[in-house]
Every structure is written in C-alpha cells, then in structure tokens.
C-alpha cells in the first residue's frame, strides 16, 4: 500500500519544544498568532515568562445574580431564558440569564434582581446559536445599569449544558497587555505551556548567587498564578519576595548587558591624548572668561581619560548653561593639538548650527578649522565637506547624525561627542567603532542637558562614566518663575510692550497638544499674526519645524542681531538657542508641557546680566497634575530637583522618550522605587563578570536578549 509521505514529513519537520522555539509552535498558536503577539515583543517561548500581569481579578467565587451591584466587576453562573437579535439602533446580541428557583418573572426587568442581560455588538451566528435556552452560562466583567435592568457588555464567557463543569477558578486571575486580535485567554494559554515548560529546564532550576528570595520558575509561577488576596496586594505594591527577586534578577542583567556593551566598545585601543589639560589652559586664555570650579574638575576628569589608550566613555550632565560645550571644546581642542579629528553630533539641525557657530568662534582664532555637515546642505556642499574630513583638513566636524553615515570618512577621528545622547540609541555608538583609523576606537564624549537623577542615570547609563558640571557660571542672574491664567493675558502683552521700549527682547513659545509640524506651525503663524496685531510697535519674528534651514537661521540672526523684539517659536528652540538679551520667556499654554522641557525653555534666558522672567500662561481649570508642575518651575530652578520630580510624577520612559524607554527594556523594574538596589547589584555584575561569565551571558539573554540587538533600540 502506498501512502502520502508528506504528513510524516510535516511532523518530523517540527522542532523539540524549548524556551527558544517560537511561539507559533505551541499548542493552538501558528503563524497568524505568533504574527498578532510579535507586537507584544513575544517572539519566543521564552519571552512569554516575562510577560507580566497589569492587574488580577477575582474570579474564585460566583455572585448571584440577586447580588450584583451597578458599577462593579463579577463572575456569575446562570441559565439563559432567551435570546435575540435587536437593531437598537446597532445589530446587537441579547442574552437574559436568570437564577433557577428565583421567583418568578418575565424577563430582565420584571421579578426582581434576579435576571442579568448580555449584550455583544460583534458576534457570527454560531454564538447566538450557541446560547441557546437551558444552556449554562459562567461569565465575568462589568456590570452596569443598562434600560432594561442590570446587564455585561462583551463579558468573557463559558458555556455548558450541566452547571457543574462551569467553576469558579482556583486563583486570581491575571490580566495582560494585550494586541488587536489576541484574547486574555489566549495569552493565559500560552504562558501556562512556557511555565510547563520551564519546569523542564535546567536553567531555571539553577542557583544564582548573591540573588537572595525564591527561585526564578517559582517566582514566575505565582507572579502569573497568585494564590489569596494577600499575594495579589503585594504584587500590585512591589513588595512580594517574589517580585523582589525578579526586580534584581532583571536589574542585575541589565547591569551586565551595559557592561558586556561597555567591554565591546573598548576591546580596541584609543588614540591617547595627552595634551588634554594643557588645551584646556590654552582654550580658557582665549576665552572672555574663566572656567568655574565644577568645569574644572570635570575637565580634569576627561583630561584623565583621554591621556588612556582605551577608549574614554564619558557623560558629562549639566544644568541648562553650565558650559557642557566649552568642555567638549577643550576636549576637541586637545584632539586637533594631537593631530587628529573630532566630530560633535548632535539630534537637530538648529543644534548643530549653534555649535558649529560657537566652537567655530572659540577654535578657528587657535588655528583650527572647522566644519558643518548636515542633511540639508546642497550637494556641492556636503562634496566639499566629504573631501575636507576626508582628507583630515576638517579637523573639527559637527553635524546631525548625517555625520556618521557610511559615506562619510574620516582620515584619523579620535574624539566623538555627541550631544543630547537620549535622542539616539546605544547602537549609535557602538557604530563608532568603525569610524577610528586602523582598527582604533574613537574616545566618546556624550553630554546632556536633561538633568537625570543619579539611580536613572546609573542605570541608562551604565555603561558610561558619569560627570557633572552642579554650577553656573557668574553673573547668571536667577529667572523669576510665575504662573498666569489666560484671562490675565492683556498684563502679559503690556509687560512685553514694556520691556521691549527699554531694549530687551523676549520669546513667545506656542504650544499644541498635537505632535504635528504642520499644525504647529499653523498655531504660531496666527500667534505671530495676532501678536503683530496687538504689539504694532514692536518687530515680531518667527520659528517653527517646517522652515528650511536657512529661513531659520535668518530668523534667529535677525532676532540675535535685535532687529526683531518678540520671536513668535514653536518648542523648536528649547535647546541650542543662546540671545542674552532675550530677558523675557513667555510659554502659552504651558500646562500641556512637562517639566523637563518647560525647564529647558525657560534656561533660553537668563543668559545675560538683567533679571529675566519666565511667565507659564495657562488654561483653567488646571487638573491637580498640571498644578503641581506649575508649582514646582515656580519654586525652584534646580535642574535635578525638577528631574527628580519630572521622574516621580511620569517615570523614566515618559521623561526619556519611547527610544529610551526601550532601551532601559525594564519590564518589572522601576529605577526610582528600587535606586537602593542599584549600587549593589553594580557590584554583583563585576563579580559575575569575572567569576560566573556563563551564568552572566544566560541572565542576559533571559531578560534581555541578543546584546547587539539590545543597543540597536
């Protein structure tokens, strides 16, 4: 008898189960879910283990109907009476379920509590033939006062003929993030078969020193599958011992993958710099003022690093106009001394040409040419730049990231800095490797101006070397902060009006819910418009996203060079913009900002010797989380204090953007309620990195994955 191989072949082609097999290869999954879940980040079997609850339900018990309250969640066991399709005005499903032996009564509505009604807008017609009268229903959600009585919308549901095999469930019941098309149950599904899984891996039954608390499986095991009341309530607060050990496990591997990232980066030498303090010296004699003291030490601490001959991996923090760019100045200033390249990147276009403006000021009266390569430029004019670099005529570059495509060579790049560093991701710096000479890495130099609180920065930047420059330079006079209703708006124009008669120029900066350049720039062309209208007096410029290049820059020269009173900009100058006769900030609308970019507006003034004020008009009625950032920019001009409590009130991915949110990857950790943890699980990597380089590589790739594919986030 001859017989069709190819179901054999079918079975035999299908891999052993495993933590690394692919979702679609479990028990009801297949290509189209595996495709649905891969927007949750589940590719792997494995990935399901760590993907943890949102919240639980209590599904342990069933209420009677006669119980249900309006307004709350329950799990009901009840017979259907009757069911029917209605066009009311929408094609819905109607289910009335009634208690057995509880009086009599018609319908919903009619004897009583003790009837409830289903309704479902998206159903075939298997469903509503499946509800057939005498058929048992279990079903769980949100009951509400509907026209008929008390009823659930779209309840998740089971059905059976005998009531006895419709149970409550053993414990509470997890609820998961979910994508369009997976359901609860599916998922509960699949990380049921990852957890039986696991069960039969030896890697998770392994020992993890200096980890204190219960074994991983068995921590995943009741994260997923809590037991009482008290469980949950742990859970939900972070302070379960099961919890507790994930937390470190997680924060731990995240402490090795930055470290192994750190270790990848340095694994080839660095040009070594040593003229480093002496360029310092050289570029504060040629400067019209003096270092402070917290420029000092951190330039002495790059000083130190470029004098190495492995790569520096250096962030230096600081306040909105600490001096961050004189330090990289120096720093590029010693890398030219040495007869090499450096190159400052930095996230937009207006950026990179107010450092190109200031480092070409400071540097070229020393003898040291500079250059400027952006995305914009006209052909012939990235050509020429390409040739300069090239040649090593360039010997200081600064750009967008168009600095670092693969079209771009350096003929001896020694120092990077790169500028805002949470706008890019840990590959971009990783891709530098390549940009050095003869298989050399380039120092890297990485600044920001977002104050970040020292647990945050410990962990997103962990694997770098952290400075900060914690003072201002003299003569910077305080902003004086106030917070002003709309309705007040004609005091605000006259305190502008005023102002301007007396030679200083002030900033109006609009503001829209909406992240659209289109409409942003509509919103401050009729800003500009109305501003004109009621300030005849005055010269009125204006800055928003869709100008070209050079059309910002005339704007902004004109309004440098005081031939414009008021710039009417979008959030587009709240980095890079430096006028110290701007003596006035006015953000419109400033409730719908957070505290970290209202900081970074207000810091375009007070650059100057006159007392400057910042003015946040706002919308009433303000919510009680708007009232309080308005509150904090009021009270204190502490760029860390206004992190800190930018980072209490959103949390790190909301500070950080998604990009970075992703590169924390953090799925149970938080590094504000858990900074105590960090500087001992610190330790922990360097000890696991020297004694336990398996053990390290296997947490990694438990919780983060593929390292390379961590830093291309």
């Not at 994260?223 to 309530?233: E, S």
């Not at 040419?369 to 570059?397: F, N, P």
């Amino acid at each position: 008898m001859i017989t069709d191989p190819k179901p054999a072949a079918r079975r035999l082609a299908r891999p052993p189960l495993s933590l690394q097999s692919s979702v679609q290869y479990l028990r009801g999954a297949g290509p189209a879910l595996a495709a649905r879940v891969r927007a949750l980040g589940l590719m792997q079997v494995q990935d399901l283990l760590f993907h943890l609850p949102l919240r639980y339900e209590d599904r342990r018990r069933f209420t009677p109907l006669a119980a249900l309250a309006d307004d709350g969640e329950a799990l009901i066991r009840a017979r259907v009476e009757h069911t029917e399709v209605r066009y009311t005005p929408r094609r819905n499903l109607r289910v009335a379920l009634r208690d057995p032996g509880s009086g009599s009564g018609t319908g919903p509505g009619a004897g009583g509590n003790h009837w409830l009604l289903l309704r479902f807008f998206y159903f075939n017609e298997a469903q509503a033939k499946a509800f057939a009268p005498g058929a048992w229903v279990r079903a769980y959600g949100p009951v509400r006062q509907g026209a008929s009585g008390l009823e659930m919308i779209h309840p998740e549901y089971r059905l059976a003929a005998d009531p006895a095999e419709l149970v409550p469930e053993a414990a509470l019941t997890p609820v998961y993030p979910a994508a369009a098309g997976v359901t609860q149950t599916r998922l509960r599904g699949l990380i049921q078969q990852a957890l039986d899984l696991a069960a039969g891996d030896p890697a998770f039954g392994a020992a993890l020193p200096g980890l204190p608390g219960p074994e991983t499986l068995a921590a995943l095991r009741l994260i997923h599958q809590p037991q009482g009341d008290a469980d949950a309530a742990r859970l939900l607060a972070g302070t379960h011992p099961a919890q507790q050990r994930l937390i470190r496990e997680e924060l731990l591997a995240h402490q090795l993958c930055m470290r192994v990232l750190r270790r990848q980066v340095r694994t080839r030498p660095a040009p070594a710099l040593r003229g480093a303090a002496a360029a310092a010296k050289e570029l504060e004699g040629a400067l019209p003022f003096r270092y402070t003291g917290a420029q000092q030490r951190v330039l002495a601490e790059v000083a130190r690093d470029l004098d190495g001959a492995t790569p520096m991996l250096r962030l230096v923090q600081g306040d909105v106009g600490s001096g961050k760019t004189v330090v990289a100045a120096a720093a590029m200033l010693a890398a030219a001394r040495a007869g090499q390249q450096s190159a400052l990147m930095a996230p937009t276009e207006l950026l990179a040409e107010q450092h190109a403006l200031n480092l070409t000021r400071w540097l070229e009266p020393l003898g040291i040419a500079t250059c400027l390569l952006t995305g914009s430029q006209k052909k012939a004019q990235r050509e020429l730049a390409h040739k300069a670099i090239a040649d090593g005529r360039a010997q200081v570059v600064i750009g967008t990231h168009a600095v670092f495509q693969e079209s771009v060579r350096f003929a001896r790049l020694a120092l990077v800095v790169i500028d805002e560093q949470h706008r890019f991701g840990v590959q971009q710096r990783l891709a530098l490797r390549d940009k050095g000479p003869d298989g050399s890495s380039p120092h890297q130099l990485v600044m920001t101006a977002t104050p970040i609180p020292r647990t945050l920065a410990q962990t997103i930047y962990a694997d770098l070397d952290v400075s900060v420059i914690d003072e201002l330079p003299p003569g910077r006079k305080p902003v004086t902060t106030v917070a002003v209703s709309n309705e007040r708006r004609p005091e605000v124009l006259a305190r502008i009006g005023a102002a301007c008669a007396q030679g200083r120029q002030a900033y109006w900066v609009c503001t829209l819910i909406e992240e659209s350049d289109q409409l942003e720039a509509q919103a401050a062309e009729e800003t500009a418009r109305q501003l004109r209208a009621e300030l005849p007096q005055l010269n009125v410029g204006l800055v928003h996203g869709r100008l070209t290049p050079v059309e910002k820059d005339a704007q902004m020269q004109a309004f440098k060079n005081g031939q414009t009173q008021l710039l009417v900009a979008t959030t587009v100058i709240e980095v890079g913009v430096d006028v110290p006769n701007a003596s006035i900030m006015i953000v419109d609308n400033a409730e719908r900002l957070g505290l970290a970019q209202l900081h970074q507006l207000r810091g375009r003034v007070g650059r100057g010797a006159v007392e400057s004020q910042c003015v946040l008009m706002y919308q009433p009625p303000l919510s009680d989380a708007a009232r309080h950032r308005l509150e904090v920019m009021r009270t204190t001009q502490d760029g860390f204090k206004i992190a800190q409590c930018d980072l209490e009130l959103r949390g790190p991915g909301e500070i950080l953007g998604r990009r970075q949110t992703g590169l924390i990857g953090l799925k149970m950790a938080d590094p504000v309620r858990d900074s105590a943890l960090i500087p001992p699980l610190q330790a922990l990597a360097d000890d696991w990195l020297q004694q336990h380089p398996p053990l390290a590589a296997a947490l990694i790739r438990r919780w983060v994955g593929d390292v390379e594919k961590y830093g291309q986030v």
